[in-house]
């Protein structure tokens, strides 16, 4: 919130999330304020003549234009081993006057390591949530036991498709949304305010861990339809920070629900949520990198056998 109170505030500035939906969701918002500001991801341009502001997904971070602030979110995925990269070329390819790094403390030893390098000044500032989450005594075991504001985590599409099917096979007064990492944002604007609305019909919530990375909605209880995900190497248990990250979505500050539940579908489940929520985190060591384009680019025209020792050297 404050970072985007900050980047608000100031006469240019950029947002780099995770999602496009979150970068559409951020540009909707600083439009909804009267500032000009363009969406840029992978999937969709939208540029606004004379913009000041810009909202993008990480990997489109534009790294040659200079900005008064920038808000780079989840900057724990630093660490992770496919897209770490990105927020490494980020965060110390950015030209601003301030950055604002939103994520978990895990965080903290890398960006400390990289201001070294950088010389540049950090400022550490830790939030408490602001609502209480418990986790439930014993899972719900069938999908018939859900309540209004629940919110089914699955990690793929042919999932959640399938539980919003069993779910409103028990009755008509039982509709779902769906959101998913890739469903077009105006989609995805239509889920989320028909699951928001308290008026609505569609009193429950099918999602992947999509939801886990602020997006912000009215969710009573998170349960998990299972404890493990393909990350696209292996199917693997969930982290502690991954299960963390997802069931705090649920009893937001100021939303419909102000405290949160968590659990599971099977009673099996349960020990591993529960030794997670209470487990610390590992803190970040290491931070992704990548060659860039144009690094690529200049190593395809030396011939490594007969190149001199300073060009290899100065590539490196």
Known sequence: YNALQALMSAPTGLYCGPLRLLAWEVSTKLR?????????????????????????????????????????????LIGDYHRGWAWTKAFLGLQCNQIHLCGSSTMIPIVKKLCLETKDELIIKSYNRLSKLTVSKRAINSYKNIKPGDCIVAFDRRTLYKIKRIIESFSNKHKCC????????????????LFSDPNSTFNYLVST???GMGLNLSIK????????????????????????????RAGRYQSIYENGEVTCLHDEDMDHLKQSIKQ?????????????????????????????????QDFL
């Open 280 to 312: 610390l985190d590992q803190s970040i060591y290491k931070a992704g990198i990548f060659p860039s384009f144009e690094q690529l680019e200049y190593l395809a025209f030396i011939n490594i056998s007969h190149a001199d020792n300073d060009a290899i």
């Open 178 to 193: 769906v959101i998913y990492g890739s469903l077009p944002p105006i989609t995805r604007k239509d889920q989320a305010q």
């Open 221 to 248: 209880r998170i349960i998990f339809s299972e404890m493990t995900k393909f990350d696209g190497l292996k199917r693997r248990p969930l982290t502690s920070s991954e299960i963390k990250q997802i069931a705090g």
């Open 32 to 76: 909804e304020k009267g500032i000009q500001c363009s969406l840029i991801t992978g999937n969709e341009i939208d540029r606004i003549d004379k913009s000041t502001h810009i909202s993008s997904t990480i990997e489109m971070a534009d790294i040659k234009q200079y900005f008064d602030v920038v808000v780079i979110d989840e900057m724990q």
């Open 209 to 211: 861990d999509a939801i």
